[in-house]
């Protein structure tokens, strides 16, 4: 069934950082929240999140971001959690055996009409719903963390998902402010933490060889292709390498070692020494502050990246002006 007004009473099952991310942002958009914790200081840990976090929340200015601790129900049941909720967003363990439990609970307890959203990373709809009588309202909702800042979420349904139900879960995600992206077909971790792993991978082989050290690995990312990406993806950036022959002009004259090239890329072995060599770089070079600061000063970053963005899709007030107006 169809829903024809956006849900207003969402379920968040989970509260660690993906759980409360969610949380967070489902509150700023001014829905009720009723979140599933087993956790005893689960109310504390919300309104921590809110003080650390809110910066980054679309929120009117001058709202106090503790206020939205109003519409927030903790409900240690999950059964009771579910009675009458339009949507849940489930964010524990990637651990099948426990998911597939939890669903089987949901399915007994839930509305057949309740949108089931997961948040894991690796597994699909069919995986997480084997133990459910009717598994077709559910659909991965996997967002790329922190799902209160960053606007990806990769939705992804299975073999028996109603395609109305992946639809609905593209028209939720955008109602709070997030760019859902269709995955048509549900692969090892996805496509987000795919590119990621392949970057990560090359990144640690680099400084483990003592190309680089961890901070100017860091660095050359952020000042070359991290400033590319944020604004145009692979494909339209080699289309635009290519000159006026586009992406095909690039591929076959710039492009034709691709292969010799890929095959040079490490493969670091990931044994103690690898992982002490990393870690000690990395807290000289982040450890002078807390969690909380740089958390902070990352949301700072991506909210000015961010709202440039917005700012460059707009209009000038030249393109705006008369007579371009179709």
């Known amino acids: 069934m169809e829903r024809t007004e956006p849900p207003r009473t969402v379920v968040v099952i989970g509260a660690g950082t993906i759980g409360l991310g969610w949380t967070m942002l489902f509150l700023a958009h001014g829905m009720r929240v009723r979140l599933n ?53 489930e964010n524990i ?21 309740t ?20 598994p077709r309202r559910l659909v991965v909702g996997h967002p790329f963390n922190p799902p209160h800042l960053i606007p990806l979420v990769e939705v992804v349904g299975g073999e ?34 795919r590119l990621q792993s392949a970057l990560l991978r090359e990144s640690i082989h680099l400084v483990r060889e003592g190309v680089v050290t961890v901070t100017e690995l860091d660095t050359i990312v952020t000042q070359s292709i991290g400033l590319r990406w944020s604004t145009i993806g692979p494909f339209h950036a080699f289309h635009l390498g290519g000159g006026p022959g586009g992406l095909r002009q690039w591929l076959t004259h710039l492009g034709t070692g691709l292969e010799r090239g890929w095959a040079g890329l490490g493969q670091p072995p990931m044994g103690p020494d690898t992982v002490d060599l990393l870690v000690q770089q990395t807290d000289e070079a982040y450890g002078h502050a807390t969690y909380e600061e740089l958390a902070a000063d990352r949301d700072r970053k991506h909210l000015a990246v961010l709202r440039a963005l917005d700012d460059g899709e707009r209009p000038s007030a030249d393109e705006a002006g008369p007579g371009n107006d179709r």
């Open 37 to 89: 914790s087993r956790r005893a200081d689960v109310e504390e840990s919300v309104g921590e999140a809110l003080r650390t976090f809110g910066q980054a929340l679309p929120l009117p200015d001058g709202t106090d971001p503790l206020s939205l601790l109003a519409l927030l129900e903790v409900q240690p049941s999950l059964e009771e959690a579910l009675r009458g909720a339009d949507v849940l967003q």
């Open 93 to 113: 363990p990637d651990d099948l055996e426990l998911k597939q439990e939890l669903y089987e609970r949901v399915h007994g307890a839930a509305d057949p009409s």
């Open 160 to 193: 028996r998902t109603e395609p109305t139900a992946v639809q609905e879960a593209m028209e939720f995600y955008r109602a709070v402010g997030r760019v859902p992206v269709h995955i048509r077909r549900a692969v090892p971790a996805f496509v987000a933490n």
């Open 115 to 134: 949108l089931l959203l997961s948040s894991t990373s690796k597994f699909s709809p069919d995986d997480l719903g084997k133990r459910m009588g009717d």
